[in-house]
Structure formats: structure tokens, C-alpha cells
Nanobody, 114 residues
Framework: QVQLVESGGGLVQAGGSLRLSCAAS????????TGWYRQAPGKQRQLVAVISSGGSINYADSVKGRFTISRDNAKNTVYLEMNSLKPEDTAVYYCNAPLGENYWGQGTQVTVSS
């Protein structure tokens, strides 16, 4: 069983940056594809970025060129670097690993003010 803990959220002005972290328990985390999702109030959870165990990456169109996902397997951690933040990026951000299975952290709130 995987336990995930997200951190790094906060309040930032439009145009600012944040770096989210997803720390995982267990020594098999490196073999899991991992995704960052976000959920804004009244909206469905949306996939933002995915990184495979081998480092292949995909992004939602809405964040391409602004967000960067990366992983440090030695630290059992996946990161989401978010730049040029917009008010529409405001949401609770969650990580999911193994991707597609029902393991989620508690989420971290990101609020972008205009």
C-alpha cells in the first residue's frame, strides 16, 4: 500500500511560482507512473501532468510550457514546478500513484490571486 503526502501549496499572485512535492512511502515507488491532478470548487478532478517510471512525461494543454513534472526516486518524491500561475490554476492539487489506482494524498491548496 502506498501512502502519499502532498506539500508546497499556498497563496501566490498571478505570474508567480510554486513547487509542489508528493512524498511516497514504500520502496517500490520508483516503478510507478505518477500523476498530478487538480480539483477546483464545483469541478471534476483534472489530470495535470504524468511522469512514468522511465521519465516519460505528458501535460494537460492548459499547463504546457508553464508546469514541469519531475521525480527523484532516491527521495521517493515527485515534484510539480508551476510557473506563470494564473487564477484559473486555483485548485486543490493531488498526486496519484500508481497512476490510475485509488491511492491519493490529502491534497495541497493552491490559490492564485489576480
Amino acid at each position: 500500500q502506498v501512502q502519499l503526502v502532498e506539500s508546497g501549496g499556498g497563496l501566490v499572485q498571478a505570474g508567480g511560482s510554486l513547487r509542489l512535492s508528493c512524498a511516497a512511502s514504500g520502496n517500490t515507488f520508483s516503478i510507478y507512473a505518477t500523476g498530478w491532478y487538480r480539483q477546483a470548487p464545483g469541478k471534476q478532478r483534472q489530470l495535470v501532468a504524468v511522469i512514468s517510471s522511465g521519465g516519460s512525461i505528458n501535460y494537460a494543454d492548459s499547463v504546457k510550457g508553464r508546469f514541469t513534472i519531475s521525480r527523484d526516486n532516491a527521495k521517493n518524491t515527485v515534484y510539480l514546478e508551476m510557473n506563470s500561475l494564473k487564477p484559473e490554476d486555483t485548485a486543490v492539487y493531488y498526486c496519484n500513484a500508481p497512476l490510475g489506482e485509488n491511492y491519493w494524498g490529502q491534497g495541497t491548496q493552491v490559490t492564485v490571486s489576480s
